[in-house]
Nanobody, 122 residues
């Protein structure tokens, strides 16, 4: 069993930066795929970024060049560095993990955190 806890969300002005953290307990992040998803009010949850040993890191087109996903094995954590934030990035951000590797779809992830809110003001 894996428990995920996100942190680092908050209110930021457009053009600003935030770093989200996803801490895991119960299993290390060294051998799993970890992804970030987000859900804006009234919209479906969407993929943001992920990291997997077999394919490396990959991103949604809407965040390429602005967001960076990374792992810290020593801290058993995964981060999402977000820069040049835009109002359309406002959403509840979720961390997800799974033992499967590769470029996973949302339905492939079995472990989810509770989410952390990111609000970007214009």
């Amino acid at each position: 069993q894996v428990q995920l806890l996100e942190s680092g969300g908050g209110l930021v002005q457009a053009g600003g930066s935030l770093r989200l953290s996803c801490a895991a307990s119960g299993r290390t992040f060294s051998s799993v795929t970890v992804g970030w998803f987000r859900q804006a009010p009234g919209k479906e949850r969407e993929f943001v970024a992920a990291t997997s040993w077999t394919v490396g890191t990959y991103y949604a087109d809407s965040v390429k060049g602005r967001f960076t996903i990374s792992r810290d094995l020593a801290k058993n954590a995964v981060y999402l560095q977000m820069t040049n934030l835009k109002p359309e990035d406002t959403a509840l951000y979720y961390c997800a993990a799974d033992r499967k590797v590769g470029q996973l779809s949302e339905g492939d992830y079995n472990y989810w955190g509770q989410g952390t809110q990111v609000t970007v003001s214009s």
